[in-house]
Antibody
Framework: EEQLVESGGGLVHRGGSLRLSCAAS????????MNWVRQAPGKGLEWVSY???????YYADSVKGRFTISRDDAKNSLYLQMNSLTDEDTAVYYC??????????????????WGQGTTVTVSS | DIQMTQSPSSLSASVGDRVTITCRAS??????LNWYQQKPGKAPKLLIY???SLQSGVPSRFSGSGSGTDFTLTISSLQPEDFATYYC?????????FGGGTKVEIK
């Protein structure tokens, strides 16, 4: 079974840091592009960051300069280092696999495997 | 950034009803439009990709159509398990923006 499991969420003070992890299993992780998507309480979905199977990385403007995405293909894992956290970063964070066949940054396809999410709460 | 506008933001329907949700992009996105279903406390689930391609394992009562700027998700006969929130997402350029969601509730 293709699976993603996030971990690392928790309560952090404003201005603090947190590192999220996403462990993949059941598929060849190194061949897939991966994303982080978040959802603030009671709100919609917001794309956060992208990592290709190579070295291409993108960030949403809202997190650029504060968040860093990385991956360890040997460990089948995706990470999100989050620094300088603000109240607006409070959300459930999902990692999600991107379907193959796209041509980033021009076009791509949907996210077909999602983790269960990990909750990040930023408070003062 | 490309803005995605979904309508309605919520609707009430009965089991067996035909339900249509629309999504409009602020500029042309060809057919690079995806639909997701999300139930409370759960991760989103991909239903439709590339505007009209049914994701594996998704019931055939779900269908998508459209190209350019206007898109539609149709549920041909609403089932009890379909009560959820639906999101569109464009995948033509980065960032891949989502619509605001449509909550489908029981009438």
């Amino acid at each position: 079974e293709e699976q993603l499991v996030e971990s690392g969420g928790g309560l952090v003070h404003r201005g603090g840091s947190l590192r999220l992890s996403c462990a993949a299993s059941g598929f060849t992780f190194r061949t897939y592009s991966m994303n982080w998507v978040r959802q603030a309480p009671g709100k919609g979905l917001e794309w956060v960051s992208y990592s290709s199977s190579g070295s291409t990385i993108y960030y949403a403007d809202s997190v650029k300069g504060r968040f860093t995405i990385s991956r360890d293909d040997a460990k089948n894992s995706l990470y999100l280092q989050m620094n300088s956290l603000t109240d607006e970063d409070t959300a459930v964070y999902y990692c999600a696999r991107e379907m193959s066949g796209g041509n980033r940054p021009y076009y791509y396809y949907g996210m077909d495997v999602w983790g269960q999410g990990t909750t990040v709460t930023v408070s003062s | 950034d490309i803005q995605m506008t979904q309508s309605p933001s919520s609707l009430s329907a009965s089991v067996g009803d035909r339900v249509t949700i629309t999504c409009r992009a602020s500029q042309t996105i060809s057919s690079f439009l995806n639909w997701y279903q999300q139930k409370p406390g759960k991760a989103p689930k991909l239903l439709i990709y590339a505007a009209s391609s049914l994701q594996s394992g998704v019931p055939s009562r779900f269908s998508g159509s459209g190209s350019g700027t206007d898109f539609t998700l149709t549920i041909s006969s609403l089932q009890p398990e379909d009560f959820a929130t639906y999101y569109c997402q464009q995948s033509y350029g980065t960032p891949g923006t989502f619509g605001g969601g449509t909550k489908v509730e029981i009438k």
